[in-house]
Nanobody, 121 residues
């Protein structure tokens, strides 16, 4: 009913910045909450940030608060994640997701294919 596609990943040096994009299509009205997550091999998927299409209910994980910024372009159904001050620990596959509620990403969320972010020293 809804589809999300991430883009913008790549290889960067420690301290650099990178912006990720998520394009949503389909029945986005049924999925008012949008979020960014990341995952490394052998680890559980980690919550990063969430936002609604109206730009309300912004939430950030403590690990990225102050470094990452989530934003939304409701007219174009785009969600962005601006990442500053990247370090080696930020290396992961980054996922965009849509959910009917901010607390329902893991149960009922729709996920993109992921985009790889690799940070090197």
């Amino acid at each position: 009913q809804v589809r999300v596609v991430e883009s913008g990943g790549g290889s960067v040096q420690a301290g650099d910045s990178l912006s990720l994009s998520c394009a949503a299509s389909g029945r986005t009205l049924s999925y008012p909450a949008m979020g960014w997550f990341r995952q490394v091999p052998g680890k559980e998927r980690e919550f990063l940030a969430t936002i609604t299409w109206s730009g309300a209910n912004l939430r950030y994980a403590d690990s990225v608060k102050g470094r990452f910024t989530i934003s939304v372009d409701n007219a174009n159904k785009m969600v962005y994640l601006q990442m500053n001050g990247l370090n080696l620990e930020d290396t992961a596959v980054y996922y965009c997701a849509a959910a009917p509620h901010w607390a329902a990403f893991h149960r009922g969320g729709v996920w993109g294919q992921g985009t790889q972010v690799t940070v090197s020293s």
